[in-house]
């Protein structure tokens, strides 16, 4: 490229100068977008996440003279953020994906604050459909939330990115002579569940919806969300005292200014002073008068494959898929381990507890278990190795990935199976204790159509089943069946399904489906996150579902009593926070408590404590 660059510029003198050129002007299709990125006609933008990668990279840009506007992607960016700040290279990133390939283990929720801080050019991306591009500001809201301030939090999905791509000229701001690209919010947009109601793209209306409520700028000071470093607490005895806010689920109102006493890993008492005093025995006490903190039980993750596997693309560190169709025997208590980071980065988001079920997509899945995200090995966090039975049905059941190469051979082999197991009685069989109603049968199911076949196929030999639909991306479409169902759960995975291909979500209604489900009389609902990187953003899709309509308490119990209940492992001190029951709760609060706030993360209360620093 440099080569024939220097013939097209002897070319291009010859011709200037007046000289008859015999020869057309030098040209290759192939080289000529180098060609242009070396007279600075064309910007380079490069896909990579490794600190080695952008130092080859850097090296190659000084070797030639070429200008790099962007690295994307970028995991590694926040560890060396002067790399790209001396040289005015933009990182487009991403707020806190991570983990699903080894290039991107080392992500961080605090890289765009970091890099931010340091001067660099921050431009948050989608990574359509992996980062669905309809839900680009959640981005801009996280990092918000993980302590980028709201301005650069902006700027990085609207000033950065034009100036980026060199089209400050046209987008970027609402200016005079500017392409009107304009968007009206319900609230704030760094507002977990703010949502568009006016939409124009150069000038042209694309939504305009009247809001049902007067949309609000106010922006909640939540600007440095974190856990603190963990201090060692080296007791199960302690009480927190003045709590501004307990939800503690058991009423669909939360408590305000009560106490909460701990001892020996079980919650004593929760109430008002007068009635929950704390004993003198309990030396290790918590104060959060003048905060505004808010405790809540333990979030409970039930999807995502947590603890069977850490890097989703390196097969050593997974148990592995099992591609059988019958897999009831199989429990996804001996698969798990606790050393992962997915593990730790759920206690991290306030999940406390989570459900995995067997790894793979077989007809028949397997045995879940229940556990605490904390413990050295299984047998430190067991909670039930005996949850529930799993059951896949539809187009992820096919194939390669599952078993049966056609949803009615999926009815067909599991109308067998059930059978089978009714006619054999064995009382330990997973298939007929699920069948009779001892453990939760849990359907991992999105289609309506599917969801209908298998209630028909429930109706005529399993009809005291404990149902919990998981997956359930068409339930709004389909609640009015669904709501003659006694006792059943859904448990939306996730929360905030992209439209697929092949017919996989055309009816699907998004973050609103817990709000349409529980106007359908449908209030058992619950949800849950697919992907183990995000599985610590659990409450972020419970606060967006409270925006799109849910409740508080709803809202809340979404992620914690709801699927206690729908799992059979509420009143054990899961989803509620009862007295005479181990404590499981997390702690948020949007100010500093100074410094009381440091939990040790292994201790046996399993007690998180998340903070929301002002700045």
């Known amino acids: 490229a440099m080569a024939m660059k220097v013939e097209q510029d002897e070319w291009d003198c010859a011709a200037n100068a007046g000289v008859m050129q015999v020869n057309a002007r030098p040209y290759?299709?192939?080289?000529?977008?180098?060609?242009?990125?070396?007279?600075?006609?064309?910007?380079?933008?490069?896909?990579?996440?490794?600190?080695?990668?952008?130092?080859?990279?850097i090296r190659l840009q000084d070797e030639f003279g070429i200008k790099i506007r962007a690295f994307h992607h970028a995991m590694e960016a926040w560890k060396v953020p002067s790399f790209f700040s001396e040289r005015n290279i933009t990182i487009a990133t991403f707020a806190d994906l991570w983990g699903f390939k080894m290039e991107a283990y080392d992500g961080s929720t605090k890289a765009p604050l970091i890099l931010a801080q340091n001067?660099?050019?921050?431009?948050?991306?989608?990574?359509?459909?992996?980062?669905?591009?309809?839900?680009?500001?959640?981005?801009?809201?996280?990092?918000?939330?993980?302590?980028?301030?709201a301005e650069t939090a902006l700027r990085s999905m609207t000033v950065i990115p034009a100036q980026t791509m060199?089209?400050?000229?046209?987008?970027?701001?609402?200016?005079?002579?500017?392409?009107?690209?304009?968007?009206?919010?319900?609230?704030?947009?760094?507002?977990?569940?703010?949502?568009?109601?006016?939409?124009?793209?150069?000038?042209?209306?694309?939504?305009?919806n009247v809001p049902t409520a007067t949309p609000t700028t106010t922006l909640p000071p939540l600007q440095n969300a974190t856990f603190c470093t963990p201090g060692l607490l080296n007791t199960n005895s302690f009480a927190l005292k003045n709590v501004p806010t307990v939800w503690d689920m058991t009423s669909e109102n939360a408590l305000?200014?009560?106490?909460?006493?701990?001892e020996n890993g079980m919650v004593t008492c929760v109430g008002i002073p007068t009635v929950c005093d704390v004993p003198e025995t309990v030396t290790t006490v918590?104060?959060?008068?003048?905060?505004?903190?808010?405790?809540?039980?333990?979030?409970?993750?039930?999807?995502?494959?947590?603890?069977?596997?850490?890097?989703?693309?390196?097969?050593?560190?997974?148990?592995?898929?099992?591609?059988?169709?019958?897999?009831q025997n199989v429990n996804a208590v001996d698969g798990i381990r606790m050393g992962g980071r997915h593990v730790s980065a759920a206690w991290a988001g306030g999940v406390t507890v989570q459900i995995t079920e067997p790894q793979g997509k077989s007809l028949i899945g397997g045995v879940s278990?229940?556990?605490?995200?904390?413990?050295?090995?299984?047998?430190?966090?067991?909670?039930s190795e005996t949850v529930a039975l799993h059951i896949h049905i539809g187009n992820s059941a096919k194939g390669d990935g599952g078993y049966s190469s056609s949803i009615s051979g999926q009815i067909s082999d599991l109308r067998a199976a059930i059978s089978s197991s009714i006619q054999a009685q064995a009382p330990t069989d997973p298939v007929l204790m699920a069948c009779n109603g001892s453990i939760p049968?849990?359907?991992?199911?999105?289609?309506?159509?599917?969801?209908?076949?298998?209630?028909?196929?429930?109706?005529?030999?399993?009809?005291?089943?404990?149902?919990?639909?998981?997956?359930?991306?068409?339930?709004?479409?389909?609640?009015?069946?669904?709501?003659?169902?006694?006792?059943?759960?859904v448990v939306l995975a996730p929360l905030r399904k992209p439209p697929g291909s092949d017919f996989e979500n055309l009816r699907g209604q998004g973050p609103n489906t817990p709000y349409l489900l529980n106007?359908?009389?449908?209030?058992?609902?619950?949800?849950?996150?697919?992907?183990?990187?995000?599985?610590?953003?659990?409450?972020?899709?419970?606060?967006?579902?409270?925006?799109?309509?849910?409740?508080?308490?709803?809202?809340?119990?979404?992620?914690?009593?709801?699927?206690?209940?729908?799992?059979?492992?509420?009143?054990?001190?899961?989803?509620?926070?009862?007295?005479?029951?181990?404590?499981?709760?997390?702690?948020?609060?949007?100010q500093s408590t100074g410094g009381n706030e440091e939990i040790d993360r292994e201790t046996k209360n399993r007690l998180s404590i998340l903070t929301y620093l002002s700045q």
């Open 369 to 383: 278990v229940a556990y605490y995200t904390t413990g050295t090995t299984i047998s430190d966090a067991l909670i």
């Open 286 to 327: 918590y104060d959060l008068t003048g905060t505004t903190s808010v405790i809540m039980p333990g979030s409970i993750s039930t999807s995502g494959y947590i603890g069977l596997w850490d890097v989703e693309s390196e097969g050593t560190s997974q148990d592995g898929d099992q591609y059988t169709e019958y897999l």
């Open 119 to 149: 001067g660099v050019n921050l431009a948050l991306k989608s990574d359509h459909p992996v980062v669905f591009a309809r839900w680009l500001y959640l981005e801009a809201s996280k990092a918000y939330h993980y302590g980028l301030d």
């Open 519 to 590: 106007q359908a009389g449908i209030q058992n609902v619950a949800l849950a996150i697919d992907d183990p990187g995000n599985v610590r953003n659990l409450r972020w899709d419970a606060a967006i579902a409270r925006g799109f309509g849910l409740g508080n308490y709803n809202a809340i119990a979404s992620i914690t009593k709801n699927v206690a209940s729908a799992f059979g492992l509420l009143g054990t001190g899961l989803g509620q926070i009862l007295p005479n029951t181990p404590a499981n709760k997390a702690v948020v609060s949007t």
């Open 28 to 57: 290759s299709a192939s080289l000529e977008p180098l060609i242009a990125l070396i007279r600075g006609e064309a910007y380079l933008f490069v896909h990579c996440y490794k600190i080695h990668d952008f130092e080859a990279i």
């Open 166 to 208: 060199g089209l400050m000229n046209r987008i970027g701001t609402i200016e005079v002579g500017k392409d009107a690209d304009i968007v009206g919010w319900t609230q704030h947009p760094l507002v977990m569940g703010s949502t568009p109601f006016f939409v124009t793209i150069e000038g042209v209306v694309q939504l305009n």
């Open 441 to 489: 049968l849990v359907v991992h199911v999105d289609l309506a159509d599917d969801m209908d076949a298998f209630l028909r196929l429930r109706e005529k030999l399993c009809p005291t089943s404990k149902l919990v639909i998981m997956g359930g991306s068409e339930s709004a479409y389909f609640s009015k069946r669904l709501a003659t169902v006694d006792g059943l759960y």
């Open 256 to 262: 305000s200014n009560v106490n909460i006493v701990v």
